[in-house]
């Protein structure tokens, strides 16, 4: 094996590197050095093995990182390895630019929403906390997959420097009359007559009824406002056509009349 040997100056500005966390400097002095080897996958805590694409969780201090890991290698410093694992950094909804502004929408997101970014960045495997599963949230519709503890859904991805999401916010999955984004942990029921689901806490129906959920005939109350229009205008049109709108005008006179 070949030995490398680093200058006086190369040795400060790599402690250096090392002592501001600065990953991408410090690696990049070992980089095509027999001291730095490339990884197929990293042996997590709990002796899972953790490969290059899978996602993971790292904690520096109080803050959390969820990434999609791309690299890992292990530096050989003084007698011992230390490994590094390199990963695209995910954002939730609050770490976006412009949350508050030209984004309002991702209010409606949770705490198990991640947008992928363009941002990458090296940690140490002493930071790694657990593997996470990161799904398209389409893969949790209808019930299919309940998201547990370490299971995130993602909508979109996200470019930090555009400052935009792909696919673009006005395509991400809707539901119920309220049109707010689907999100697997609520309750939803799907109506009969429009065929759209509707939150429980929308569909104007009791805890009591939600219950025997599988007896309900379900229509959500756009529907029956709809249906309830169309009759409406039914009649008058039945009337306008048969020349008898005695019933409605009537109705429009004695109202007036009230009025005064
Ligand atoms: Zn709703
Ligand atoms: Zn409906």
Request: hydrophobic letters at 30%; one cysteine or more.
């Amino acid at each position: 094996m070949k030995s490398v040997k680093f200058s006086k100056e190369d040795q400060a500005a790599i402690m250096k590197s090392l002592d501001e966390q600065d990953f991408e400097t410090f690696i990049s002095y070992f980089r095509n050095t027999d001291l730095l080897v490339e990884c197929e996958y990293m042996l997590t805590r709990q002796k899972q093995k953790l490969a290059p694409t899978e996602c993971a969780q790292f904690t520096i201090g109080k803050q959390s990182y969820y990434v999609q890991t791309t690299e890992m290698i292990k530096i050989r410093i003084q007698n011992e390895w230390a490994g590094f694992v390199k990963g695209r950094i995910y954002y939730k909804a609050k770490d976006i630019d412009k949350y508050d502004r030209d984004f309002q929408k991702l209010a409606e997101c949770t705490t198990k929403d991640l947008f992928l970014t363009d941002l990458t960045r090296w940690f140490l495997s002493t930071t790694f906390v657990q593997k996470i599963k990161v799904d398209p949230i389409d893969k949790f519709v209808e019930g299919t997959i309940v998201p547990d503890e370490d299971h995130f859904y993602t909508r979109a991805e996200y470019n930090t420097e555009l400052q935009e999401f792909n696919p673009p916010i006005n395509e991400w999955l809707t539901y119920c009359i309220c049109k707010r984004l689907y999100d697997p942990n609520e309750g939803y029921i799907l109506c009969e007559f429009c065929n759209n689901w509707v939150h429980y806490t929308c569909s104007g129906k009791s805890d009591k009824e939600l219950k025997n959920i599988s007896k309900i005939k379900f229509i959500c109350l756009t529907c029956v406002d709809q249906n309830k229009r169309k009759k409406q205008s039914n009649v008058q049109e039945y009337s306008t056509q048969d020349g008898d709108s005695t019933k409605i005008r009537s109705f429009n006179t004695t109202h007036g009349k009230k009025k005064k």
